[in-house]
């Protein structure tokens, strides 16, 4: 039997940069899964990551294995806490700078989901990992300026730790790929004990 | 007066990248100077990235000088601190190899350090940042197999955080740019409170 396709079920060009640096060998395919009866379900933080990033590679699952083909699907999901409460994405630019406002001079928590199946196997495997970020003190201009830039657009937190936001990132404690939206040491380990797939030989 | 050109005293792919990632608009011009005398002296690891990324924007700076240029000149220097003593890049695949043995399954720091001048000012400041990485044990044929991506060639540790590495680092504890070989968020506020140069407003 072939090798099977990595699929990744995320749209996030963030994400597909994630892959393509780490040299994985996959394809796009989206879900259509509708995520907001789950958003306004009583989840916590990070269960809400988890089950959200559940539904999408089952929703994917789904549609490859109707095409049956053999495939692993890995879907993702990344939300702030702040305080106790969830940040999403930003709507528009004056969310944008309410978020980043509320996160200058401040640490925040950043989860990020992963949801691992495959196709013709019941196996679905899903974890979460959680990483600190601090953000150095920001002027209203400084985050004007930050989002004159278009950075903040479809990111949890409204930033993007490689980019500019580099500048006012004084640390992190966690997983950078956490922080950008995979926890890659966890999928490769999951990979590699749950679906005898080892990433770092392909 | 014109803005100064932003000058990177760096050949490093990496830093290349970082500063693109954040829309920096720089130029390099990479320093000649001799490294191998400071690097048998009797330096702390902080101690010689420090020296080392000062001679180095030294250097650049007489060059640009001569040309009559308005130049802020940034220079860095990486390396792994690793029970007390300091591991530089791999020479080859073997010690390659040995480098990543060693951090399998540990903890290392990472320490980068940065110095910035200006053409005909006198002014220069260096300043140096840590950051812990943690590996998770590695096998010796994922780091045979980590080895043949050919990513350790010219990197301080024999590892680049942001490509493959990504599946091995379990967590770091500081600054991610700092760990890419650039502390961003210091060159930021040393840029702002001592050239009056304003990343966030380019």
């Known amino acids: ?4 396709k990595i699929i990744l079920a995320s749209g996030s ?17 989206v879900s259509d899964f509708d995520e907001n009866e789950l958003k306004k379900a009583n989840y916590s933080p990070a269960g809400l990551a988890e089950e959200l990033a559940t539904q999408k590679a089952l929703n994917v699952k789904k549609k490859i294995e109707s ?16 305080e106790g409460r ?5 709507n528009d630019e004056k969310d944008a700078f309410q978020i980043l406002k509320k996160l200058s001079n401040n640490k925040h928590t950043l989860i990020s ?8 196997n019941d196996k679905i495997i899903s974890d979460c990992d959680a990483a600190s970020v601090n ?11 930050y989002i004159n830039t278009g950075e903040w657009e479809g990111r949890a937190g409204a930033y993007s ?3 500019k ?17 995979v926890p890659m040491q966890k999928l490769f380990l999951i990979l590699k004990r749950e679906f005898n797939y080892n990433l770092m030989q392909f």
């Open 67 to 82: 095409m049956g083909e053999n495939a692993i699907i890995i879907a993702s999901d990344t939300l702030v806490e702040f």
């Open 86 to 90: 969830i940040i999403g994405k930003a």
């Open 135 to 145: 953000f150095i003190e920001l002027s209203d201009n400084e985050i004007k300026n």
């Open 161 to 163: 730790i490689n980019d």
């Open 13 to 29: 060009n963030d994400r597909a940069k994630i892959f393509q640096r780490a040299k994985i060998n996959f394809e796009v395919i």
């Open 1 to 4: 039997m072939n090798a099977p």
């Open 165 to 181: 936001a580099a500048f006012f990132i004084e640390k992190i404690e966690g997983s950078p790929s956490t922080v950008m939206g």
């Open 113 to 120: 989901a992963i949801a691992i199946t495959q196709t013709f």
